[in-house]
């Protein structure tokens, strides 16, 4: 029979082997974390850059191309570079080179973790035109029927802002800043219109400092995979 | 051993993970992602996937640098191999599917957690050559995947009335909502613990009611 001491001494290694030992594994395990990264992140990049700009162009119909804004000297305007920290909006102009309205990112709490979204807003009209949810955790079958169930993602096709969005029971809806709200999921669907309500309150006031009109020359594309579109 | 002795001894090492020690259904292991993200058959697949790598690379892995490590750091070496693999993983995912993994959420990172994966590498991997140690891996991921996609199935079928996004019963089909949360998860679970579990016993029993029969021939 094998002593389980005399076993174990066999098998000691020195500390330094010890530490070697990790160490190497420590750095061929970056190695090639690293080079995973790296070797995803233009795709990766490309994938967000791509999923915000077809939500941008499903908030806001009838664009052909689209502008980054952001708050610039106290008053908006177009800004392509991203800067750290900063908080930003996107323009769409139609074929006729017309700015017709801003897709604007909010997010707040929802029922189980922070809703991100983007709405579609035309500020001469004070009305929202569509909403598309970026990120939800909300529950399957039920709050998550705030991007799958299209009658109420209907309520957003002409919305009117003022005096403020007010839910109302499913059904109910009668005027035109009325959401009808999703029976069995009241707390996603007030979450939705409480994240448009401070959404709209936040730019409201930088976006009616605003000239609108003509996009200009300026018309440019935020990301890499926007280079097909066509600009107006 | 002889040739046909190893292969036939990877065939077994293959399919024991698939029915007579699977994971999930015999050793109840790894149940976080099991009832997590059940809920749908795409969401269940691309995580049994994820997993089956994981295992497949981390048992190579660790199976071929056995005799390097020294078995004072041996979990610590396992939890690095298995934490490379999941975070590789977790990009390519990210990189390919965008919206399954925007589902999977945390679920991905946290196959490092999965303790099915560390297992093996400590009760198999570390003890056996490369063949047997893929051959090991590749049923036990197998295993797992097959019933993580069987439970996500069955969910998605009875919660949503669909299977991989298609619809089908039609209009008029109520979906069992239920079937979707969390309780879903547990009930479905349950309910195939129980169908396999009377498979089994109902095998067992019979086979020894044969070796009964056989072993007494003057009753």
Known sequence: MKDPIIESRRYEASPTRLVVTLGLAGLLSGLAIVSAYEWTRPRIEANHASALREAVFRVLPGIVGLQRWAQRGGELRPADEDRAGERAIYAGCDDRDQLLGFAIPAEGAGFQDTIKLL??????????????????????????????DQAFLDNFRTLLVDPEIVLVKNGTKRAAHEVDSITGATISSQAVVNILNAGVQEWSRLLSATRTGSCGQTLEQPSPSGRNATSG | MSRDGQNRRAYQELVKGLWRENPVFVQVLGMCPMLAVSNSAINALTMGLATFTVLLSSSLMVSSLRNLIPRQVRISCYIIVIATFVTVIDFVLLALVPDVHKELGAFIPLIVANCM???????????????????????????????LFGLGGFRE???????????????????????????????????????????????????????????NPSR
Do not use: C
């Open chain 2, 117 to 147: 994966i560390l297992g093996r590498q400590e009760a198999f991997a570390a003890k056996h050559p490369v063949g047997l140690a893929a051959a090991d891996a590749a049923g036990m991921g197998g295993g797992f995947a097959l019933a």
């Open chain 1, 119 to 148: 709405f579609g807003y035309l500020p001469d009209q004070r009305s929202i035109v569509g909403v598309e949810v970026l990120e939800s955790r909300e529950t399957p079958g039920l709050g998550d029927r705030i991007y799958k």
């Open chain 2, 157 to 215: 079928v009875l919660g949503s009335g669909s299977l991989f996004g298609v619809s089908l019963f039609g209009a008029h089909f109520e979906p069992w909502v239920i079937m979707l949360l969390p309780p879903g998860g547990f009930i479905s679970l349950g309910l195939l613990l129980l169908v396999l579990n009377w498979v089994r016993s109902r095998r067992t029993q019979r086979s020894e009611d044969l070796v009964t029969a056989q072993g």
